[in-house]
């Protein structure tokens, strides 16, 4: 800050820098210490040391050049000591670190910032109740198909104090183990974490319901401008026009509404093909729909048990299963990979590996790096889904088909969420399988579900559906899906 107020013309020319040592001038290394010192002097400045009362200006290191010299060796000097402490520090703070994980020692270490809702006392740590309360509040709307930001302005209005009053820092604040009570920290270039280290804010059980939510499910936070009704089928990467395979977007009407504190009526809530919007001329059959008959059939259909039950199939963690088979055989050709371009870059005969290997060996690193954290995420959603029971999966449909109909924003936060966790891919024929030649009143869409299966719908404007069992529909899907 000193050298940029020089350079900015801040420190006039003629000015004395008085510090305690030369150590205390900078603590780079020694060259650049140096270096640092020779550009204050150049601008003019005398640097004194008030532990010796030794004077650097330019006058005075022309008339005795070998101070430039013994300022070198007093900052190698300082720079050694401070090396030899920050290593010694950083010896202690790892085996403190190595003795918390073997049980061996329970301490407090200064290292890393400690979450905001804890205390420090005596004994270890204790929850500050008052903001543990918000961020329990905060993981409980999360896992209910809150956005971030809806999530602080939540809080805010219960006058509930987070530890972040950001959506982006609330973001973060979610992946921290710390909510479990585990400290994480890198010391040394080695990565600690250690268990039990603070009070436990969640279970173990909400922390991976809670990372497999945010890596594994598309989450916006459904706001539409002049209101607040979340649509429940769009801007979750889920449903998609049958015929050009483009995402369908939803549309909020509010212009339509005449009277103040009207609600939107059904018709002003639409569900369009995104060709139609924003490719123009890709989409075959372009035509917006009411999505409230599209909606109301969906809650209905899988308001009922036998239908849930034919969704998933037989097993419902199959599809989790395949999928993380699937990758960990990726993890290992990838590690097989690189262990064969370790070996060629070791019995390079020069002993310089050539530059090929290197980037090759970097990017299978990467690639290995991004295949584990798939892994990670796909055995918590293995984890979960695991824990979830199908008993009861039927009512939590039915307790919110009634608030999802009357727009009430809770309700459809969390029903968008059941349609995350629910179904693949919902596919949407506005005009039918076969335009022109199906009624005009009805539309037909494909739910195909995590579990794998397929079950077609034909619904009309009342919101009435009738399964189907086209067979030209679902090949028509197969092509889509590949």
């Known amino acids: 800050m000193f050298l940029a107020a020089v350079e900015g013309g801040q420190v006039p020319e003629g000015s004395v820098l008085v510090v305690e040592a030369l150590d ?47 300022s070198l060796l007093v900052m190698i000097r300082a720079h050694e000591e401070s090396d030899t402490k920050s290593k010694r520090v950083t010896a202690a703070i790892v085996k403190a670190c190595r003795a918390w994980q073997a049980g061996t020692w329970r301490g407090k270490l200064r290292n890393g910032k400690d979450p905001a809702w804890v205390v420090e006392t005596e004994a270890g740590w204790a929850l500050e109740e008052a903001r543990a309360a918000a961020v329990r509040e905060a993981v409980r709307l999360y896992l209910a198909g809150h956005s971030g930001k809806r999530i602080v302005d939540r809080l805010a209005a219960l006058n509930m104090a987070p530890a972040s009053g950001s959506s982006t820092s609330l973001y973060k604040l979610l992946t921290n183990p710390a909510l479990i009570g585990v400290k994480r920290l890198t010391v040394g270039g080695e990565d600690f974490e250690l268990q039990g280290y603070y009070p436990a804010l969640i279970s173990p059980e909400e922390w991976a319901d809670l990372q497999a939510a945010r890596t594994g499910r598309p989450r916006r936070g459904g706001r539409t401008g002049a209101g607040d009704v979340p649509h429940v089928l769009t801007g979750i990467g889920v449903t998609y026009c049958g015929y050009c395979g483009c995402a369908m977007s939803g549309q909020n009407l509010f212009g339509k509404i005449k009277k103040r504190g009207d609600k939107l009526k059904p018709g002003y809530r639409r569900l369009l093909c995104a060709g139609q919007q924003y490719a123009s001329g890709r989409c075959a059959y372009p035509k917006s729909r009411s999505v409230a008959p599209i909606e109301a059939a969906l809650m209905d259909y899988c308001s009922d048990m036998l239908n849930l039950r034919a969704l998933y199939g037989s097993d419902r963690d199959k599809p989790l299963r395949a999928e993380l088979a699937k990758l960990r055989g990726q993890a290992a050709e990838i590690s097989t990979k690189l262990e064969r371009v370790t070996a060629a870059m070791l019995a390079a005969d020069d002993g310089a590996a050539p530059a090929t290997f290197v980037r090759l060996a970097r990017e299978l690193e990467a690639e290995q790096l991004t295949v584990a954290a798939e892994i990670a995420a796909a055995e918590r959603g293995l984890a979960s889904a695991a824990r979830s029971d199908m008993a009861g999966a039927d009512a939590k449909w039915r307790e919110l088909a009634t608030g999802v109909l009357a727009l009430d924003v809770d309700a459809r936060l969390q029903a968008r969420q059941l349609v995350v966790d629910t179904f693949e891919r919902i596919a949407v024929y506005a005009s039918g399988l076969r335009p022109g030649e199906d009624p005009d009143d009805v539309t037909d869409v494909v739910l195909r579900a995590k579990g794998g299966v397929t079950r077609t719908l034909r619904i009309d404007k009342a919101g009435r559906w009738v399964a189907q069992d086209v067979a030209e529909l679902q090949s028509t899907e197969a092509t889509l899906y590949k």
């Open 24 to 70: 205390r001038l900078s603590r780079a290394e020694p060259i650049q210490a140096q270096a640092q010192l020779a550009q204050i002097v150049n601008a003019g400045i005398t640097v004194v040391t008030a532990s010796d009362g030794k004077a650097y200006s330019r006058a005075a290191l022309k008339a005795n050049p070998m101070d430039l010299v013994y």
